[in-house]
């Protein structure tokens, strides 16, 4: 504790103060949107096999079937809508654009600092914070005890002070025994406090379905934080939007969660060489349509793109939206598509039960009841624990099939 308490020392002499009045904070209900970025300079994906063989970061467990997925099983109609990069880029996997995300905030803000288990020497549990320790020094990339909620006290103490901590969750499972932590003075303590402090913290870890870890770590936690006032959520799909999301996440003033899913760290893409931030409350179109509106986000992204492949053989002209904001959603841009088709169909890996897919089913009932010809559909993992053996693991997940049926069902 006396090391801890030297760290903590040492990063507050980086802090400024944090003095400002009441009238000068921003709101934690009224979150900061972050500049959008030039739709002509988003990164195309250029491959993606998640499925382990060629992994970079030490381990190479197995990877079901289902693990199996390609970005580039999309309908010809996608390919205009794909974002295209203008001037250069260079490939990234998914884990290192998040690492070249903090490496740039950590660059251009000494405030900006990394609190987790193994994330120093290590390079954390999937490599994202590689050799930032040698860059940065041990007082920035802080290794801790195997204390969640601990260390999340501590760098919600840290982000009072003036710092922006970014928190590794070694699994996002983890994060459940910091749960006090995150929703009691994380996401409440710039209401409570009177406008006093604002907590700029990011959390992030990998989770989801996919390798075979057993129930306890293939939690799915966006249906367990969603409650909690003051916390903004989003999730990454592409090297591309896992940097832009990362940089817009440690810039705000806001408490923001970061979903990473275990299986798609090995994903490969061209981003640009220029400096990127996206918005945190911005949907991304990944392919226009005339017939139905999928929404889904994450993994399940390349699982409707394979679907969408299919739907377009059998006539089908489907709309795919990958939410990527999970709160606020962005309501703009699914009234939209919804105003066009007129049908919607919610894909994702959270539980049915209480899930995403849930909160986003009344939201659409609520704004756009009178556009829609057909109840909106969710397709969502099944309320069982998460299967240890891979044929089991992938019957609890949404596969391709599934999707495919429930359009033809629902453009009857």
């Not at 400002?20 to 921003?26: A, I, M, W």
């Not at 299919?310 to 709160?327: A, F, H, Q, W």
């Not at 539980?351 to 109840?375: K, Q, V």
Request: with cysteine.
């Amino acid at each position: 504790m006396a090391a801890v308490s030297q760290t903590i020392g040492a990063t507050v002499a980086l802090s400024s103060a944090n003095s400002t009045s009441f009238e000068s904070k921003r709101s934690l209900f009224l979150p900061i949107k972050s500049t959008p970025f030039s739709e002509s300079k988003k990164g195309k994906i250029v491959a993606c096999r998640s499925n382990g063989q060629n992994s970079s970061f030490g381990s190479n467990p197995k990877i079901s079937n289902a693990a199996k997925f390609d970005t580039n099983a999309v309908a010809e109609k996608a390919a205009a809508s794909m974002e295209t990069k203008s001037g250069g880029g260079h490939e990234l996997l998914l884990f290192e654009a998040l690492r070249e995300g903090l490496e740039e905030e950590m660059d251009k803000d000494p405030r900006v600092c990394v609190v987790g288990e193994d994330v120093g020497h290590y390079g954390g549990s999937y490599k994202v914070t590689k050799d930032l320790a040698n860059k940065f020094g041990d007082l920035r990339v802080l290794d801790t005890p195997i204390a969640e909620n601990s260390f999340t006290g501590m760098a919600i103490g840290a982000a009072m002070t003036g710092l922006r901590p970014v928190i590794e969750g070694m699994n996002m499972g983890f994060l459940l025994l910091a749960f006090n932590q995150i929703s009691n003075n994380c996401g409440m303590l710039h209401y409570t406090s009177g406008g006093q402090f604002t907590i700029p913290v990011v959390i992030r870890g990998p989770g989801g379905v996919g390798r075979n870890l057993g129930a306890e770590h293939s939690q799915r936690l966006e249906s367990y934080f969603q409650s909690i006032p003051g916390i903004q959520m989003v999730a990454c799909s592409t090297p591309y939007n896992a940097k832009g999301l990362m940089k817009a996440a440690i810039r705000s003033e806001n408490p923001v969660i970061l979903f990473e899913h275990v299986l798609l760290y090995n994903l490969k893409e061209t981003i640009p060489d220029e400096e990127y931030v996206l918005s945190l409350e911005e949907a991304e179109m990944v392919r226009p349509g005339e017939h139905i509106t999928i929404l889904t986000y994450s993994r399940m992204r390349y699982h409707v793109m394979q679907a969408a492949k299919t739907l377009v053989n059998k006539g089908y002209d489907p709309e795919v939206i990958d939410i990527r904001s999970l709160k606020p959603f962005d309501l703009y841009t699914i009234g939209n598509s919804i105003k066009k088709t007129h049908r919607v169909l919610i894909v994702e890996e959270c539980m049915r039960t209480g899930g995403i897919g849930a909160s986003l089913t009344a939201a659409i009932n609520e704004n756009f009841h009178d556009y829609l010809d057909a109840p909106v559909k969710c397709l969502s993992s099944q309320d069982v624990p998460t299967p240890y053996a891979g044929t089991l693991e992938e019957w609890t997940v949404v596969q391709p099939a599934q999707i495919v049926t429930a359009v033809e069902q629902l453009c009857q």
